[in-house]
């Protein structure tokens, strides 16, 4: 399948380029259910075959609390791909919708998200962590640095947590995010749809809306920007 091919020549290259990937890492995928996660989890189950070091793979799914959450498609994918699957069940939804009432959510629940995942990878023995940021997340994370903080800033490619002793990856940072999007169809990725209330309306959604609607003018601008930030080595890049 020529995405998987796609998916799995970004993946090696983003690995190789920052050296993400060592000799006998164990790697935890964070894994929302979402479409980028799966697809990393995917790619990276999948290059244990031919990649040049060994490395072990697990998968961590944070439970948020939200009712209903159902996530057996995707421990029956990780049960496919031969990784072992945990769900770490927590109360963040509880705590930022209804005792802190957070007007503006997202960060404190991805702050919380963060935290869980870090604690289940350390008990699960990994000490790199995974995580499915991709191109288009490059450029959305400069506009929200530069509009809502006032500062030329985006995510590392590797970033090593003298805290926790954990280095976070993020093996997607070649891949748009519709290439991601036409893999997770043709692959028929068990994609589970969001629950939050806040999807959709974040801060982050403003800054997908504003590159969409600027690209009708300046048609690659995402890629300019992402251009920019590696030509400048911009937070690691």
Request: hydrophobic share 40%; proline share 5%.
């Amino acid at each position: 399948m020529a995405e998987m091919k796609k998916l799995l020549g970004a993946v090696r290259r983003a690995c190789e380029t920052y050296g993400m990937i060592g000799e006998g890492d164990r790697i935890a995928v964070g894994v929302s259910g979402g479409k980028d996660s799966l697809a990393l989890l995917v790619a990276l189950a999948e290059m244990r075959r031919f990649y040049p070091v060994s490395y072990e793979l697990s998968a961590i799914t944070v439970d948020l609390g939200f009712p209903g959450a159902d996530f057996s498609p995707v421990a029956e994918l990780c049960r496919g791909l031969g990784v072992p699957y945990t769900v770490e069940r927590t109360g963040i939804a509880r705590i930022v919708f209804d005792e802190r009432k957070e007007e503006n959510p997202c960060s404190l629940c991805a702050k919380m998200r963060r935290g869980a995942v870090h604690g289940a990878a350390k008990r699960l023995g990994c000490g790199k962590v995974a995580f499915a940021h991709h191109f288009d997340d490059v450029a959305e994370t400069f506009l929200l640095n530069l509009f809502y903080e006032g500062r030329l800033g985006v995510f590392q490619p590797v970033t090593r947590l003298d805290r926790t002793g954990i280095t976070l990856i993020r093996p997607l940072i070649f891949l748009e995010e519709r290439e991601i999007r036409s893999f997770a169809k043709r692959a028929a990725l068990p994609v589970l749809p969001s629950a939050c209330p806040a999807d959709k309306n974040s801060e982050r959604e403003e800054m997908k809306k504003l590159l969409r609607e600027l690209e009708r003018r300046w048609p690659e601008l995402r890629r300019r920007i992402f251009t920019a930030i590696r030509k400048n080595h911009l937070d690691g890049f």
